[in-house]
């Protein structure tokens, strides 16, 4: 080991001596994170799959379900699934030059678009929701579902109390409404 690998291991050694370690919640809490950013990965390609014979992307599915039911603005699609509008509004707008969505006027909101699903988005959808189904039913029964109802209760009170806080700040004991922040 050259002298200076040696250094800064004896940095980080000495580093992570001084940091004080976590309580068993919070180690039980940093290994659910790193699961779900790993199942995160493994349901996006998942999606992707099943998104791919109807011509779609995960990210497309997401946008495409987002209107399905009604149109929105570019800006509510993307809070609704915790996206950046940046990223969100490059989707649709291929999704609406593919002719899978259009853009209507918004009569509240002289700017902002609605986006608004079109029949070759729905036929796309319907494609996509049809093997979603297939999966799901025969993963589900694998999982169980006892098992599957738990970890969707574990994870809403980890949504709702991670997001009613800022990384590194307790959680505020009075919650705020959606539109308050």
């Given at each position: 080991?050259?002298?200076?690998?040696?250094?800064?291991?004896?940095?980080?050694?000495?580093?992570?001596?001084?940091?004080?370690?976590?309580?068993?919640?919070?180690?039980?809490?940093?290994?659910?994170?790193?699961?779900?950013?790993?199942?995160?990965?493994?349901?996006?390609?998942?999606?992707?799959?099943?998104?791919?014979?109807?011509?779609?992307?995960?990210?497309?599915?997401?946008?495409?379900?987002?209107?399905?039911?009604?149109?929105?603005?570019?800006?509510?699609?993307?809070?609704?699934?915790?996206?950046?509008?940046?990223?969100?509004?490059?989707?649709?707008?291929?999704?609406?030059?593919?002719?899978?969505?259009?853009?209507?006027?918004?009569?509240?909101?002289?700017r902002a678009q609605l986006l608004?699903?079109?029949?070759?988005?729905?036929?796309?959808?319907?494609?996509?929701?049809?093997?979603?189904?297939?999966?799901?039913?025969?993963?589900?029964?694998?999982?169980?579902?006892?098992?599957l109802r738990k970890a969707n209760?574990?994870?809403?009170?980890?949504?709702?109390?991670i997001s009613g806080q800022e990384?590194?700040?307790?959680?505020?004991?009075?919650?705020?409404?959606?539109?308050?922040?």
């Amino acid at each position: 080991m050259t002298r200076s690998v040696a250094k800064r291991q004896d940095a980080v050694n000495k580093s992570a001596a001084r940091s004080p370690s976590r309580t068993p919640a919070g180690d039980a809490l940093s290994e659910l994170v790193v699961q779900v950013f790993r199942l995160d990965g493994l349901l996006a390609a998942t999606g992707d799959s099943l998104a791919e014979p109807a011509g779609q992307t995960s990210a497309r599915w997401r946008v495409l379900a987002t209107v399905e039911d009604g149109p929105s603005t570019v800006a509510q699609v993307a809070r609704s699934w915790g996206l950046a509008r940046q990223s969100v509004q490059r989707v649709a707008d291929v999704l609406v030059e593919e002719g899978y969505c259009s853009y209507e006027e918004n009569p509240e909101h002289r700017r902002a678009q609605l986006l608004r699903i079109t029949t070759r988005g729905h036929r796309a959808l319907r494609t996509i929701q049809a093997a979603q189904r297939a999966w799901a039913d025969a993963l589900g029964e694998e999982i169980g579902e006892a098992d599957l109802r738990k970890a969707n209760a574990v994870l809403g009170r980890a949504f709702r109390a991670i997001s009613g806080q800022e990384p590194g700040r307790s959680p505020d004991p009075v919650r705020r409404e959606s539109g308050d922040r």
